[in-house]
T-cell receptor
Framework: EAGVTQFPSHSVIEKGQTVTLRCDPISGHDNLYWYRRVMGKEIKFLLHFVKESKQDESGMPNNRFLAERTGGTYSTLKVQPAELEDSGVYFC??????????????FGPGTRLTVL | AQSVTQPDIHITVSEGASLELRCNYSYGATPYLFWYVQSPGQGLQLLLKYFSGDTLVQGIKGFEAEFKRSQSSFNLRKPSVHWSDAAEYFCASARQGGYQKVTFGTGTKLQVIP
């Protein structure tokens, strides 16, 4: 079974540009999460989808970040316009069961975003 | 609010030596607890998890962790470290019930020397 995949693995852009990160969860997983790790800091929750609906987006830093999950399959995270402080590693995770409190999140390899 | 503390940013051990990575959590009730590992160029891999029951949890790659409610700790241990264990280790927690919004510690980088 394929794991969580993320694309691209690395992205280097200039301040003010737009970048779109993609996450493909494990097939059949209704829950999809985005996290971010800024250099030297902890990994922080950004948002959570249940199928195509945003369950919790309390961790999104500001309105320059837009996450979508079309059809409840893959998800994209767009940063527009990118700022220097957006640099970091963006992780995606997916899990199977919602609301039972016992699901395990499986993480992708992350996308390393560098904003110059 | 939940928080997870990993007091050791960097640890160096000799191959074959025992290992203990510290983790403390802060939460009003008993949370779910996890240890993840990230090897260079890899994603986060789940080593083990604690939901309830036996406080000594066995994981993959020979790791184990013990939940101690009185100390709010969930330390990770391995009796004999291998060079391939060099990686970054993350302790994490999530509240019981509902979906899991995981809170991570800042990570501990493990270096293994011959």
């Amino acid at each position: 079974e394929a794991g969580v995949t993320q694309f691209p693995s690395h992205s280097v852009i200039e301040k003010g540009q737009t970048v779109t990160l993609r996450c493909d969860p494990i097939s059949g997983h209704d829950n999809l999460y985005w996290y971010r790790r800024v250099m030297g800091k902890e990994i922080k929750f950004l948002l959570h989808f249940v199928k195509e609906s945003k369950q919790d987006e309390s961790g999104m830093p500001n309105n320059r970040f837009l996450a979508e999950r079309t059809g409840g399959t893959y998800s994209t995270l767009k940063v527009q316009p990118a700022e220097l402080e957006d640099s970091g590693v963006y992780f995606c995770a997916s899990s199977q069961d919602a609301g039972l409190g016992t699901d395990t999140q499986y993480f992708g390899p992350g996308t390393r975003l560098t904003v110059l | 609010a939940q928080s997870v503390t990993q007091p050791d940013i960097h640890i160096t051990v000799s191959e074959g030596a025992s290992l203990e990575l510290r983790c403390n959590y802060s939460y009003g009730a008993t949370p779910y607890l996890f240890w993840y590992v990230q090897s260079p160029g890899q994603g986060l891999q789940l080593l083990l998890k604690y939901f309830s029951g036996d406080t000594l949890v066995q994981g993959i790659k020979g790791f184990e962790a013990e939940f101690k409610r009185s100390q709010s700790s969930f330390n990770l241990r391995k009796p004999s470290v291998h060079w391939s264990d060099a990686a970054e280790y993350f302790c994490a927690s999530a509240r019981q019930g509902g979906y899991q919004k995981v809170t991570f510690g800042t990570g501990t980088k493990l270096q293994v020397i011959p």
